[in-house]
């Protein structure tokens, strides 16, 4: 080589050097709305990025005359040739047909997400129970005239109704500490299904951003900016069944966007004594985009539902023919809840790199319980009726800085935010009573007040295919009871502070496959009874968790992820709010795998499936009675879908191995396998549709517990099985119009 040769491809590399710059650009909808985690990828160099929260994004080593290629699920590749690097490129994004290959990997924590992000364009969301069934691996059950929250389990998890997934909406808490009923009482039935446009959520204590409840993982639901249109829905279907939703566009201007949701709901359920069930939602949304990128939104609800049920039923009663299957030992059971949040959230754009989003939200919370779980066991005259109560306010805020810069090894982020949240639980009541209107006898009543103040901060470090994400969170708890039933005045105060460190690795061995290790510490709070309580040893009891896995895409329509993990917690003390004492449970281990998939097998037929195995066991305990009671073992979730112009629909199942019931598995509560099944037929804007749930009729228990009864016949108190059947075959017809 001759040095004049020499010497040429030396000027030839510094004039790329020199020309190479950094170019900035945000991807839009159609309906101008930013797309979040767009992959842009230099078809020169091969270098890629995501897009953030805003729809910005940042590329180095682009010159002039450069081509990028855009791509993100659901939306047609878009090929940019780069004019100049001097101002932003806008990219809008145009839908399209509906291809899994267009999805890729991103190193980004929350990249498990790509699965709710195409279940949700597949599967129609029949019910506000089903927005948990969206969450892989999660599995949910009502056993109070529908109008109580779910039951949830999640990793080797009977999560009773929120103990451990912490749930929230557009940045307010539905989980509710100190509850009169549970600690962790997670109600999201004021959400309206057809609102929701993003499911965030992950599994186990490694999100600096989660707090409380935290430890198996957590579930955030976005909702829509803006309607593309307004939507008439009507549901008629078995039971005296009626569900109306009407979605309204307000306001759609190009900076402005406002609609009004509601939705009412009637049934009567399959019992034999009515549920006589009711719900009503309204919401109304109003979002606009400031000079520079900034957006304000705000966010009002309400939301109030009654009930009456048939509560959990003994086995031995069915099987003398006592009663039938949807029969009642108490058919006075139910109750009634209501719920107004006001909301909003200010998203600051300081420069293309930094933002702060900060959120403040309010809410008034009623709720009003009517239970009997033993019958005549504690008062064979009167019976075993409880009422729970409380009626709370909550509000708060957090306020989140995220500021995106590029190091040599590659892009990093910084996150840190601090917030508050403070509830006012006045008249908690746990009473005995009689047919609901005969007060017997005060158990527990008093007020409540507590708050966690928290501040945490996060890092992604790249380092070529390498990331690094260390994090910090600090929560400072303050407890406060007040028990009314004491002659005196007392207020009993407790104070405790929990640090929660995290460090994940993610690994990017090209765009279809990914590794992870990640590892961290959460807590959950116990119930303020508990804590003032001289006997409860652990406040914040730890809970240290790690996941080994990876996403991994064989082929170009096949998504594929697995992970085996580890989660251990402390000793804690459990607050009964059924029976207004405290129970203590030692330290539990838990160890399990999770798989999934999410298969494209033509253009129009999808495929999905959800495998989990969880091994449970309390570690003080003895072999043999280290059960963890409802703990399930092996569950599972998928169906077939399809997807065209015209015909939308599917088959699926659910599926949950027998599991324990108590500490020494000897009494067992039945698995089951449910199979529901839609279908809907497009006219233009008319939508006609088909909903069947447990196509098979099969007789299962939805939810089950090993109690100790007496019917008013006995002489002596029997422990076994008491359950809530499951819904028999039941059929929906649905007609929606979009103008």
Same mark, same amino acid.
Request: contains cysteine; hydrophobic residues 40%.
């Given at each position: 080589?001759?040095?004049?040769?020499?010497?040429?491809?030396?000027?030839?590399?510094?004039?790329?050097? =020199?020309?190479?710059?950094?170019?900035?650009?945000?991807? =839009?909808?159609?309906?101008?709305?930013?797309?979040?985690?767009?992959?842009?990828?230099?078809?020169?160099?091969?270098?890629?990025?995501?897009?953030?929260?805003?729809?910005?994004?940042?590329?180095?080593?682009?010159?002039?005359?450069?081509?990028?290629?855009?791509?993100?699920?659901?939306?047609?590749?878009?090929?940019?040739?780069?004019? %100049?690097?001097?101002?932003?490129?806008?990219?809008?994004?145009?839908?399209?047909?509906?291809?899994?290959?267009?999805?890729?990997?991103?190193?980004?924590?929350?990249?498990?997400?790509?699965?709710?992000? #195409?279940?949700?364009?597949?599967?129609?969301?029949?019910?506000?129970?089903?927005?948990?069934?969206?969450?892989?691996?999660?599995?949910?059950?009502?056993?109070?005239?529908?109008?109580?929250?779910?039951?949830?389990?999640?990793?080797?998890?009977?999560?009773?109704?929120?103990?451990?997934?912490?749930?929230?909406?557009?940045?307010? !808490?539905?989980?509710?500490?100190?509850?009169?009923?549970?600690?962790?009482?997670?109600?999201?039935?004021?959400?309206?299904?057809?609102?929701?446009?993003?499911?965030?959520?992950?599994?186990? !204590?490694?999100?600096?951003?989660?707090?409380?409840?935290?430890?198996?993982?957590?579930?955030?639901?976005?909702?829509?900016?803006?309607?593309?249109?307004?939507?008439?829905?009507?549901?008629?279907?078995?039971?005296?069944?009626?569900?109306?939703?009407?979605?309204?566009?307000?306001?759609?201007?190009?900076?402005?966007?406002?609609?009004?949701?509601?939705?009412? #709901?009637?049934?009567?359920?399959?019992?034999?004594?009515?549920?006589?069930?009711?719900?009503?939602?309204?919401?109304?949304?109003?979002? %606009?985009?400031?000079?520079?990128?900034?957006?304000?939104?705000?966010?009002? +609800?309400?939301?109030?539902?009654?009930?009456?049920?048939?509560?959990?039923?003994?086995?031995?009663?069915?099987?003398?023919?006592?009663?039938?299957?949807?029969?009642?030992?108490?058919?006075? /059971?139910?109750?009634?809840?209501?719920?107004?949040?006001?909301? *909003?959230?200010?998203?600051?754009?300081?420069?293309?790199?930094?933002?702060?989003?900060?959120?403040?939200?309010?809410?008034?919370?009623?709720?009003?319980?009517?239970?009997?779980?033993?019958?005549? =066991?504690?008062?064979?005259?009167?019976?075993?009726?409880?009422?729970?109560?409380?009626?709370?306010?909550?509000?708060?805020?957090? +306020?989140?800085?995220?500021?995106?810069?590029?190091?040599?090894?590659?892009?990093?982020?910084?996150?840190?935010?601090?917030?508050?949240?403070?509830?006012?639980?006045?008249?908690?009541?746990?009473?005995? %009573?009689?047919? @609901?209107?005969? =007060?017997?006898?005060?158990?527990?009543?008093?007020?409540?007040?507590?708050?966690?103040?928290?501040?945490?901060?996060?890092?992604?470090?790249?380092?070529?295919?390498?990331?690094?994400?260390?994090?910090?969170?600090?929560?400072?708890?303050?407890?406060?009871?007040?028990?009314?039933?004491? %002659?005196?005045?007392?207020?009993?105060?407790?104070?405790?502070?929990?640090?929660?460190?995290?460090?994940?690795?993610?690994?990017?061995?090209?765009?279809?496959?990914?590794?992870?290790?990640?590892?961290?510490?959460?807590?959950?709070?116990?119930?303020?009874?508990?804590?003032?309580?001289?006997?409860?040893?652990?406040?914040?009891?730890?809970?240290?968790?790690?996941?080994?896995?990876?996403?991994?895409? !064989?082929?170009?329509?096949?998504?594929?992820?697995?992970?085996?993990?580890?989660?251990?917690?402390?000793?804690?003390?459990?607050?009964?709010?059924?029976?207004?004492?405290?129970?203590?449970?030692?330290?539990?281990?838990?160890?399990?795998?999770?798989? +999934?998939?999410?298969?494209?097998?033509?253009?129009?037929?999808?495929?999905?499936?959800?495998?989990?195995?969880?091994?449970?066991?309390?570690?003080?305990?003895? /072999?043999?009675?280290?059960?963890?009671?409802?703990?399930?073992?092996?569950?599972?979730?998928?169906?077939?879908?399809?997807?065209?112009?015209?015909?939308?629909?599917? #088959?699926?199942?659910?599926?949950? *191995?027998?599991?324990?019931?108590?500490?020494?598995?000897?009494?067992?509560?039945? *698995?089951?396998?449910?199979?529901?099944?839609?279908?809907?037929?497009?006219?233009?804007?008319?939508?006609?549709?088909?909903?069947?749930?447990?196509?098979?009729?099969?007789?299962?228990?939805?939810?089950?517990?090993?109690?100790?009864?007496?019917?008013?016949?006995?002489?002596?108190?029997?422990?076994?099985?008491?359950?809530? !059947?499951?819904?028999?075959?039941?059929?929906?017809?649905?007609? @929606?119009?979009?103008?």
């Amino acid at each position: 080589m001759t040095m004049r040769t020499l010497f040429t491809i030396m000027l030839a590399c510094l004039a790329v050097g =020199l020309t190479a710059q950094t170019v900035e650009g945000r991807v =839009l909808s159609a309906d101008r709305s930013p797309i979040i985690g767009a992959y842009i990828i230099h078809l020169n160099s091969e270098h890629h990025t995501h897009t953030n929260e805003l729809g910005n994004f940042m590329l180095d080593g682009v010159s002039p005359g450069d081509s990028l290629q855009v791509t993100y699920l659901g939306y047609r590749a878009q090929m940019i040739e780069v004019s %100049t690097t001097d101002e932003p490129l806008e990219v809008e994004m145009e839908e399209s047909f509906f291809d899994l290959d267009a999805i890729t990997v991103r190193p980004d924590l929350r990249s498990l997400n790509v699965a709710t992000d #195409i279940d949700s364009r597949l599967r129609p969301v029949n019910s506000a129970q089903d927005i948990l069934r969206r969450v892989p691996g999660m599995i949910i059950g009502q056993h109070a005239g529908g109008g109580k929250a779910e039951q949830i389990f999640l990793r080797g998890f009977d999560i009773d109704h929120g103990t451990d997934v912490a749930i929230s909406v557009e940045g307010m !808490p539905v989980n509710m500490v100190s509850h009169a009923h549970g600690q962790g009482y997670a109600d999201l039935h004021f959400l309206i299904p057809e609102t929701i446009e993003k499911i965030d959520y992950g599994k186990g !204590p490694y999100y600096a951003d989660q707090g409380n409840f935290a430890t198996a993982g957590y579930v955030d639901f976005s909702l829509k900016d803006k309607l593309d249109r307004s939507l008439l829905t009507a549901e008629f279907g078995s039971f005296n069944t009626l569900r109306a939703v009407g979605l309204f566009d307000l306001l759609n201007g190009e900076r402005s966007s406002a609609y009004l949701a509601t939705e009412y #709901i009637l049934t009567d359920g399959p019992f034999e004594s009515s549920q006589h069930f009711n719900r009503l939602n309204l919401m109304g949304r109003y979002t %606009t985009e400031l000079p520079g990128g900034s957006r304000l939104s705000f966010l009002a +609800s309400h939301f109030e539902s009654k009930w009456d049920a048939s509560g959990q039923i003994p086995v031995r009663a069915v099987e003398s023919g006592l009663i039938g299957r949807f029969g009642a030992i108490d058919d006075t /059971e139910g109750g009634f809840t209501g719920r107004t949040n006001l909301a *909003g959230e200010f998203l600051r754009v300081v420069n293309r790199n930094t933002f702060v989003k900060t959120n403040a939200f309010y809410s008034r919370y009623d709720f009003e319980l009517f239970s009997n779980f033993t019958f005549f =066991l504690e008062d064979p005259e009167n019976g075993d009726q409880i009422r729970q109560h409380e009626d709370r306010e909550l509000f708060g805020f957090k +306020s989140e800085v995220n500021h995106s810069f590029n190091t040599a090894g590659g892009e990093a982020t910084l996150k840190g935010g601090i917030g508050l949240r403070y509830d006012n639980n006045d008249d908690v009541e746990l009473s005995r %009573t009689k047919n @609901r209107n005969e =007060l017997i006898e005060r158990l527990q009543f008093g007020d409540i007040d507590e708050s966690n103040l928290y501040a945490y901060a996060r890092a992604d470090f790249e380092f070529g295919d390498l990331l690094i994400n260390p994090a910090v969170r600090l929560d400072h708890f303050v407890f406060n009871y007040v028990d009314k039933l004491q %002659t005196n005045y007392d207020r009993q105060e407790q104070r405790k502070t929990a640090v929660s460190p995290k460090l994940n690795f993610l690994y990017t061995l090209n765009n279809r496959t990914q590794l992870f290790l990640k590892t961290g510490v959460g807590f959950h709070a116990n119930d303020t009874r508990v804590v003032l309580d001289q006997s409860a040893a652990e406040i914040l009891p730890a809970a240290y968790g790690a996941d080994l896995g990876g996403i991994f895409r !064989p082929t170009g329509r096949l998504f594929l992820n697995a992970a085996l993990w580890y989660l251990y917690l402390e000793q804690e003390f459990v607050y009964v709010g059924d029976a207004g004492i405290v129970e203590p449970s030692g330290e539990t281990r838990r160890l399990g795998i999770d798989l +999934s998939a999410r298969y494209q097998l033509t253009d129009w037929l999808f495929a999905d499936a959800d495998v989990n195995y969880a091994l449970a066991r309390s570690i003080a305990e003895p /072999e043999g009675a280290d059960y963890i009671p409802l703990a399930p073992d092996l569950t599972s979730s998928g169906g077939l879908n399809v997807l065209n112009d015209r015909w939308t629909g599917g #088959i699926r199942y659910r599926y949950v *191995g027998d599991r324990p019931a108590n500490e020494d598995n000897s009494i067992i509560a039945d *698995g089951y396998f449910i199979v529901d099944a839609n279908v809907n037929y497009n006219i233009g804007p008319v939508s006609l549709g088909l909903v069947v749930e447990n196509v098979l009729d099969e007789e299962w228990n939805e939810t089950q517990f090993a109690t100790e009864s007496r019917l008013i016949s006995e002489t002596e108190p029997v422990e076994e099985i008491h359950f809530t !059947p499951g819904t028999p075959f039941f059929l929906r017809g649905v007609v @929606r119009y979009k103008f």
